[in-house]
Every structure is written in structure tokens, then in C-alpha cells.
């Protein structure tokens, strides 16, 4: 609010500047408001504090005028305090600051202070604020920081046992794989690389910046980057293209990292070493609507050196991982008939 100042003897009533400076109708008025509030002058000293500031600080208004309210700011927030009250006044502006004072009881409570310049005539007067006691909302942002601390910390011992489970996995199959007969070697080679990509999956989970609202372009443009390079480098390449991103649920990302990595994997069965796959995934994330992907899998020309003694388990598969996530699913991957999925809405405030 910009606040100017009454002419005296408005509505019959003595406005007239008192000892600080203060109308008496305004000291009047201040004190009547279940808040604290004050007021400055223009520079900066503090002219006037209200009733419910004085309870709060339980000190007298003379001792609060000028600089002296200061004394009860928490030490750790003087400068900062300082620092952005400074910058407003030079400009001239409105300002929000969240401070530490000390009550009457000698406890610090957080407040946070919003104030706005008054002008008359064009003339800057000072700044009029209010404060309101956020301490309680403080000392949750605290909890929550810890909480989300020790869910990192937990999500990170998972993640480091659930890889040196995969790790041991992987030598299982290797081992039974090169003890099983000839014509069954493909199938526990393609599984061994299966449990790789779920290994990669999850170490893209857990590298992703905020694990409990991950971005699915970032997400997704990581891992197919390593899709790309844990199986014949160079003869994969997986398009990142459409419009938009979303804020998606790690269960949703890692159903759809494992469908990834499944085409993938599908794509390198079917062909022969040399030949090269391309994996094209489009995203669809237009504000307010669903998001949308669509995933095709073209090869080059196939021949009899590929690999027909694997099992061809992608479509199962795929419908497991969706119908985990709640995800919905049509379509083979083919140019003909794309595998597009639909995602579930975020169950987590603030995710697009």
C-alpha cells in the first residue's frame, strides 16, 4: 500500500504529527491492528511500533525508535537484514525479509517482514511494514529438509545395494551362460544385457537432481544416451524429440525406463551385430493435457544372422512395466504402429 499522509483535522480528529513524528490518528489506527507493524522515516529510522509489536519485544516504544529495535535481531541475520533493507530504500521499492527477533521471553522468532514505501506530494516519507511470525513455517521447512536428507541418504544405500545385486546377477547368468549349450547362449547373453539395462536404469533414477519429481526429457535423454553405449556402441542410436517435458513419479520413470530399454534390447535381438538400430521417442507434454509418448524401433535390413533363438518377450514385458506405473499402452514400436503410452496424473503437489 502506498500510505500518504492525511491533512490534519480530517473528520474532526487531530492528525497532527506527534513527538516522533506520527499522527496521533495513525498511532491510533497501527494499534489497533492485531499485527505487528511499524513505520520509518526516510532514513531508514524506525518513527513508530504498534502495540502488538511492543507485546511481542516487551520493551517500551522509546527504547524501539530509531536503531534501537535492532538490538533484538539475531546476530546470524543483522547483515543480511541490513543488506536488503539498504538496496529497497536507495530504490525506492517494496521489500519482503524474513528475520530472527528475540520476544519478550528471550526466544527468537522468526518473522517476516513486508513493507512498502509512503510517499506525499511526491515526496519519499519512509516505509510502512507488517510482520507476521512464520516460525512455525520455518521449523517445518527444517523437518522436511532433514526428512528429504534421510531419504537421500537411504535412497542411496539402495541404490548401492540394489546395483551390487545386479552386479552379482550378471555374473550368475555369464557363468551359466558359457556352461549351457550352444544354441542357448543367445538367450542368457540377452538376459545378462537386460539386467545391465535395469542396472542403468537405476543409476539414472538415483542421479536424477530431485528423485521424488523427476524431469522426464533430462531423465530420458540420459539414459538413452547410456542405452546407447552399453550395447554394440555406436550401432544404437536413441531420437529424443516433441514438445514439452514433465515432472513425473520415480515409479513412472523407471516404468518407462525399463520399457526403453526393452525396444532396445528388442531392436539388438532381432539384428545382427552389424547392423544399426535408430529408437525415436517423441514426447507430448502440452500444459493440462496428459502426457504422451510415442515410441518407433527401426532396423536396417535384417538377415539370417540374427538371432532367432531368443525369446521374443518385449511385448509382455512391456505391458508388465506400464501396467506397473499405471501407464497406458497400444502399439508394437513398428513405423506402422507406434507403442504409445499415456502417462497416469502426478500424485505430487506442484508437478506439471
Not at 163 to 175: A, D, F, H, P
Not at 190 to 212: D, K, M, N, T, Y
Not at 223 to 229: D, E, K, R, T
Not at 302 to 329: F, H
Amino acid at each position: 500500500m502506498n500510505g500518504e499522509s492525511k491533512p490534519a483535522g480530517a473528520g474532526g480528529q487531530d492528525s497532527r504529527p506527534g513527538a516522533h513524528g506520527v499522527s496521533a490518528e495513525f498511532r491510533r489506527f497501527a494499534d489497533d491492528v492485531p499485527l505487528m507493524m511499524w513505520r520509518s522515516d526516510h532514513r531508514g529510522h524506525a518513527i513508530h511500533h504498534n502495540e502488538c509489536w511492543l507485546q511481542f519485544t516487551g520493551r517500551p516504544l522509546e527504547e524501539e525508535l530509531g536503531v534501537g529495535w535492532r538490538t533484538g535481531l539475531h546476530p546470524d541475520d543483522f547483515e543480511r537484514h541490513a543488506r536488503i533493507v539498504s538496496e529497497a530504500f536507495t530504490a525506492r521499492e517494496p521489500f519482503t525479509v524474513e528475520f530472527r527477533l528475540r520476544r519478550h521471553d528471550g526466544a527468537y522468532r522468526w518473522l517476516l517482514d513486508t513493507a512498502r514505501p509512503l510517499t506525499e506530494d511526491g515526496e519519499f516519507r519512509g516505509y510502512l511494514g507488517s510482520c507476521f511470525d512464520i516460525t512455525d513455517r520455518k521449523h517445518a521447512e527444517v523437518h522436511i529438509e532433514e526428512a528429504l536428507q534421510e531419504k537421500e541418504t537411504l535412497l542411496a544405500e539402495v541404490y548401492h545395494r540394489v546395483r551390487n545385486n545386479l552386479q552379482v546377477m550378471v555374473s550368475l547368468i555369464g557363468l551359466y551362460g558359457r556352461a549351457a549349450p550352444e544354441p542357448c547362449r543367445g538367450s542368457f547373453e540377452a538376459l545378462g544385457q537386460r539386467v545391465r539395462a535395469i542396472a542403468l536404469v537405476q543409476q539414472h533414477l538415483h542421479e536424477a537432481p530431485h528423485i521424488a519429481s523427476i524431469d522426464l526429457r533430462d531423465y530420458l535423454h540420459r539414459l538413452a544416451s547410456g542405452l546407447g553405449q552399453l550395447r554394440r556402441a555406436g550401432r544404437i542410436g536413441v531420437h529424443l524429440g516433441g514438445a514439452g517435458t514433465s515432472l513425473v513419479e520415480p515409479r513412472t520413470a523407471n516404468a518407462l525406463g525399463m520399457i526403453v530399454a526393452e525396444i532396445v534390447a528388442e531392436c539388438l535381438d532381432a539384428t545382427a551385430e552389424s547392423v544399426a538400430c535408430a529408437i525415436a521417442i517423441d514426447i507430448d507434454a502440452a500444459p493440462g493435457a496428459p502426457v504422451r509418448l510415442s515410441i518407433t524401433s527401426g532396423a536396417g535390413d535384417q538377415d539370417e544372422s540374427g538371432r532367432p533363438n531368443i525369446p521374443k518377450l518385449g511385448p509382455r514385458l512391456i505391458a508388465a512395466y506400464a501396467a506397473q506405473a499405471e501407464i497406458a499402452v497400444t502399439g508394437v514400436a513398428t513405423a506402422e504402429d507406434p507403442l504409445r503410452l499415456q502417462l497416469p496424473e502426478a500424485r505430487i503437489d506442484g508437478l506439471a
